[in-house]
């Protein structure tokens, strides 16, 4: 099923912009689903966008109008852009793939409060 190799994240005052990148080792044409989750100290895993083959996007009400998901299929790449950053948007971010249930290493994000 490859791997998941995240990067882009940072440290980042509140209102500033992020972009984060998930680089799959196989094509990704074919998988029906790749999102974005995270998880903050002390909570649990939550499901941030997702983007679909058919084009579509999902997001999750907190982030929506702010991040962005796109996917390159001939880059195998997953982007998250991420604007206009709360402090509460601090994180573990990772990226996953519905086709083998494959989970990247995670790629840390923190908004100064």
């Known amino acids: 099923q490859g791997r998941l190799v995240e990067s882009g994240g940072g440290l980042v005052q509140p209102g500033g912009s992020l972009r984060l990148s998930c680089v799959h080792t196989?094509?990704?044409?074919?998988?029906?689903?790749m999102a974005w989750y995270r998880q903050a100290p002390g909570k649990e895993r939550e499901l941030v966008a997702t983007?679909?083959?058919?084009?579509?996007?999902r997001y999750q009400d907190s982030v929506a109008g702010r991040f962005t998901i796109s996917r390159d299929e001939p880059k195998n790449t997953v982007y998250l852009q991420m604007n206009s950053l709360k402090p509460e948007d601090t994180a573990v971010y990772y990226c996953?793939?519905?086709?083998?249930?494959?989970w990247g290493q995670g790629t840390q994000v923190t908004v100064l409060s």
């Open positions: 983007t679909y083959s058919n084009g579509s996007t």
């Open positions: 196989r094509s990704i044409s074919r998988i029906s689903a």
């Open positions: 996953y793939s519905n086709w083998g249930r494959v």
